[in-house]
T-cell receptor
Framework: KAGVTQTPRYLIKTRGQQVTLSCSPI?????VSWYQQTPGQGLQFLFE???????NKGNFPGRFSGRQFSNSRSEMNVSTLELGDSALYLC??????????????FGPGTRLTVL | GQQLNQSPQSMFIQEGEDVSMNCTSSSIFNTWLWYKQDPGEGPVLLIA?????ELTSNGRLTAQFGITRKDSFLNISASIPSDVGIYFC??????????FGSGTRLLVRP
């Protein structure tokens, strides 16, 4: 099976702009989670989508949003970018559901730099 | 954000030595996961633990789910240069989100 893919791998934006990142989960996986990774804060949970519904949400401002499509692909959007949004954004997929799917498999990440 | 207490923060060891790192939490977890991350890549799942007291191995790696469900450790035996990287623990309780430790940076001296 192909792994989790994320596009683009690298992105440079300026303050005030918005950005959309994409994630394709492992085939058959219905849950997609997003994380922000920075040297100072480590891995921080953004949100999780399961069957096109946001099932869990971290403590990030409303500028961070996401969605999931019927094919389980997910996008996250960051509006009005700030310098502090520079980070590695990681997507992880898992089978989801309540009977299992605790294991999350990560993509390579999108490195976002805000200038 | 909420994080697990992972230690040590970094280790610089000689090739061939054994390594041990651990994570503790004030909360009870139902699942413990251990990941390794190489520079510029996403974390790769090493071991998953689902039951208190469970001891699981993956090659030279061994991890245990603590009896209290509030801690876990990872051991690496006979370290080799390719073990270099950052190791993360992650725990999950009743919700679906994972909470990550701050990572242990491992450096191996040939």
């Amino acid at each position: 099976k192909a792994g989790v893919t994320q596009t683009p791998r690298y992105l440079i934006k300026t303050r005030g702009q918005q950005v959309t990142l994409s994630c394709s989960p492992i085939s058959g996986h219905r849950s997609v989670s997003w994380y922000q990774q920075t040297p100072g804060q480590g891995l921080q949970f953004l949100f999780e989508y399961f069957s096109e519904t946001q099932r869990n949400k971290g403590n990030f401002p409303g500028r961070f949003s996401g969605r999931q499509f019927s094919n389980s692909r997910s996008e996250m959007n960051v509006s009005t970018l700030e310098l502090g949004d520079s980070a590695l954004y990681l997507c992880a997929s898992s089978p989801g559901g309540t009977t299992g799917g605790n294991e999350q498999f990560f993509g390579p990440g999108t490195r976002l730099t805000v200038l | 954000g909420q994080q697990l207490n992972q230690s040590p923060q970094s280790m610089f060891i000689q090739e061939g030595e054994d390594v041990s790192m651990n994570c503790t939490s004030s909360s009870i977890f139902n699942t413990w996961l251990w990941y390794k991350q190489d520079p510029g890549e996403g974390p790769v799942l090493l071991i998953a633990l689902y039951k208190a007291g469970e001891l699981t191995s993956n090659g030279r790696l061994t991890a245990q789910f603590g009896i209290t469900r509030k801690d876990s450790f990872l051991n690496i035996s006979a370290s080799i240069p390719s073990d270099v990287g950052i190791y993360f623990c992650a725990g999950r309780h009743s919700s679906y989100k994972l909470i990550f430790g701050s990572g242990t940076r491992l450096l191996v001296r040939p």
